[in-house]
T-cell receptor
């Protein structure tokens, strides 16, 4: 069964600290992996999209990694800011289909 | 910037009512999607459309229907609302092609309560 699992479910860090969110998937055949940020009461916004051949992609203070062999991805946030408080959702797409398989997200809270 | 606009942010309806949720995108995207988002669950696909008048069932289509008469507009219809359809509904759009690197662009959601 195609699944995407994220950990931790929630995380609290102090402003200025770094953190790493994890995503494991069992989707096959794999096409690409996406990370989205969802602020409370808003729709998800795309941060990065990575294909099979890419193992690192950055978007400002956000860096996503992908290990297609172990089917794992991580999202690293550097020098966190209060505005990083949000849910972060990992999404994997399967080749040749319209299927986007969503993880349940990691809820991050950054404290001053 | 791509803009996906959902007609209502909050909506309260009664059981048995027919409910319409509207979504409009301004980037001439071919694909449009309706999801529902519930606590502890990932987004679940209700229906999607890859062209005008074309639609495909997603994972949870029961109790819902859709309409796409124009490229920019995708409507979700709850035929006879029930309390288990209380949820956050998200509309998204993207350029043509499956499993491509095109991002999905989401609206800000409609929080629907069925009493």
């Amino acid at each position: 069964k195609n699944q995407v699992e994220q950990s931790p479910q929630s995380l609290i860090i102090l402003e200025g600290k770094n953190c790493t969110l994890q995503c494991n998937y069992t989707v096959s055949p794999f096409s690409n992996l996406r990370w989205y940020k969802q602020d409370t009461g808003r729709g998800p916004v795309s941060l990065t999209i990575m294909t099979f051949s890419e193992n690192t992609k950055s978007n400002g203070r956000y860096t996503a990694t992908l290990d297609a062999d172990t089917k794992q991805s991580s999202l690293h946030i550097t020098a966190s800011q209060l505005s990083d408080s949000a849910s972060y959702i990992c999404v994997v797409t399967s080749s040749g289909t319209y299927k986007y398989i969503f993880g349940t997200g990691t809820r991050l809270k950054v404290l001053a | 910037d791509v803009k996906v606009t959902q007609s209502s942010r909050y909506l309260v309806k009664r059981t048995g009512e027919k409910v319409f949720l509207e979504c409009v995108q301004d980037m001439d995207h071919e694909n449009m999607f309706w999801y529902r988002q519930d606590p502890g669950l990932g987004l679940r696909l209700i229906y999607f459309s890859y062209d005008v008048k074309m639609k495909e069932k997603g994972d949870i289509p029961e109790g819902y229907s859709v309409s796409r008469e124009k490229k920019e507009r995708f409507s979700l219809i709850l035929e006879s609302a029930s309390t288990n359809q209380t949820s956050m509904y998200l509309c998204a759009s993207s350029r043509q092609g499956w499993g491509t690197n095109q991002p999905q662009h989401f609206g800000d959601g409609t929080r629907l309560s069925i009493l």
